[in-house]
C-alpha cells in the first residue's frame, strides 16, 4: 500500500535542499535519513533521504545525488510515497491512513444514511471527507471530532453529527424583500 507523506517545494539555498510540505502524522517514521521514497510523477529512481532538519518551522530534506539547487528545484511539487504494510495502523487510535476511510459507510447519529467515503481531501488548514451521495452529488465533511464523533472501522462506519445547513442546500437568495407602501413586508 502507497501512502503520500510529502510533497517537496521550492529549493533551499545550493546545495540540494528542499523545503517539504508534510502529509503524514509520522514524519519521524517516514522522513528520516535513509528512507526510500517512491514519487509522483515518477522518477527513474527512487528518491533516498540523505539529511533532514527543521529551518524556521519547515521541515528541509537533502536526497541522495540531489546536490545542487538546480537537480533540486527540478523536484518541486513532487509527491514523496512511502510504501506501508496494509494492515499497519497509526499509532495513535484517534488517526487513520486515508486508504482505512475511503468506502465507509457514513451515517448521521440518528442512523440516517449519508454516503460513502470517495476520498479524503487535505487542503490547507482541514481534512475532509468526500462523500459520494446517493444521489450521485458530494459532501464535504471537515474531519473533525465535532462533526465526525466515530470511526469504526470493524462495522466499516463513519457516524457524522452535521451542523444545520452542511448536508442541504440553502435556500435560494431571492434579494432585499421589498417594502409595500402601507410599511408592511
Known amino acids: 500500500m502507497q501512502l503520500v507523506v510529502a510533497r517537496i517545494g521550492r529549493a533551499h539555498g545550493i546545495k540540494g535542499e528542499v523545503t517539504v510540505e508534510v502529509r503524514t502524522d509520522e514524519p519521524e517514521l517516514r522522513l ?3 528512507a ?13 533521504i540523505e539529511h533532514g532538519r527543521v529551518h524556521s ?19 518541486r511539487n513532487t509527491l514523496l510515497i512511502a510504501e506501508i504494510d496494509p494492515d499497519e495502523q ?3 487510535p484517534e488517526e487513520f491512513y486515508d486508504h482505512q476511510l475511503v468506502d465507509l459507510e457514513v451515517v448521521t447519529r440518528e442512523g440516517a444514511p449519508v454516503g460513502r467515503v470517495g476520498e479524503v481531501a487535505h487542503p490547507p488548514g482541514q481534512d475532509l471527507l468526500v462523500v459520494r451521495l446517493p444521489d450521485g452529488g458530494e459532501a464535504l465533511i471537515p474531519f473533525v471530532t465535532e462533526i465526525v464523533p466515530e470511526v469504526d472501522l470493524t462495522a466499516q462506519r463513519i457516524v457524522i453529527d452535521p451542523p444545520p445547513g452542511l448536508l442541504s442546500e440553502p435556500p435560494p437568495d431571492t434579494g432585499p424583500e421589498e417594502e409595500t407602501g402601507d410599511g408592511a413586508r
Open 36 to 48: 526510500v521514497l517512491a514519487t509522483d510523477p515518477p522518477l527513474p529512481v527512487p528518491l533516498t
Open 90 to 92: 497509526p499509532e495513535d
Open 32 to 34: 528520516v535519513p535513509g
Open 57 to 75: 518551522g519547515r521541515l528541509l530534506l537533502r536526497f541522495e545525488g540531489v546536490g545542487d539547487r538546480g537537480a533540486a528545484e527540478a523536484l
